[in-house]
């Protein structure tokens, strides 16, 4: 698990993977058309990683300089795909910003699934 690591006059901040998955997965909660959230793909490394599941549908790749997010959702029936996304986008690049103080260079958006609304049953 890489780190976000800042020098401070006195000591060091280090923000997890694992805390800017948790701010996406927040982020991603108060856009309107956002259903729930999808599991990422496995990959083999991840296989055996015991984590939340905020780490479950979110991607995090730090570096010294920024942060690339890559966020799988799920969507209301009634959503327009594109203009959701481009919320997502925003509002998970405000507040990683906001919060960590680091660049997000990239937020990526997998719309994996449209959730469809139950019809009413015909009595």
């Known amino acids: 698990m890489s780190n976000i690591n800042k ?3 006195s000591g060091n901040l280090v923000i997890s993977e694992d805390v800017i998955a948790s701010i996406a997965v927040t982020a991603s909660k108060d856009v309107e058309g956002v259903a729930g ?3 990422k793909p496995v990959k083999l490394q991840n296989f055996y990683k015991i984590s939340d599941s905020a780490s479950k549908s979110v991607d995090v790749v730090m570096s010294e300089t920024d942060i690339k997010i890559h966020i799988y959702i799920k969507v209301n029936q009634d959503a327009k795909i594109p203009l959701v996304a481009e919320n997502v986008q925003q509002n998970i690049k405000n507040a990683v910003q906001n919060m960590t103080g680091t660049m997000v260079s990239e937020v990526d958006v997998t719309v ?3 959730e469809l609304e ?3 049953t015909k009595s």
Do not use: H, K, L
């Open 112 to 114: 994996s699934t449209v």
């Open 118 to 120: 139950d019809e009413p």
């Open 7 to 9: 020098s401070r006059n």
């Open 37 to 39: 959230f999808a599991s």
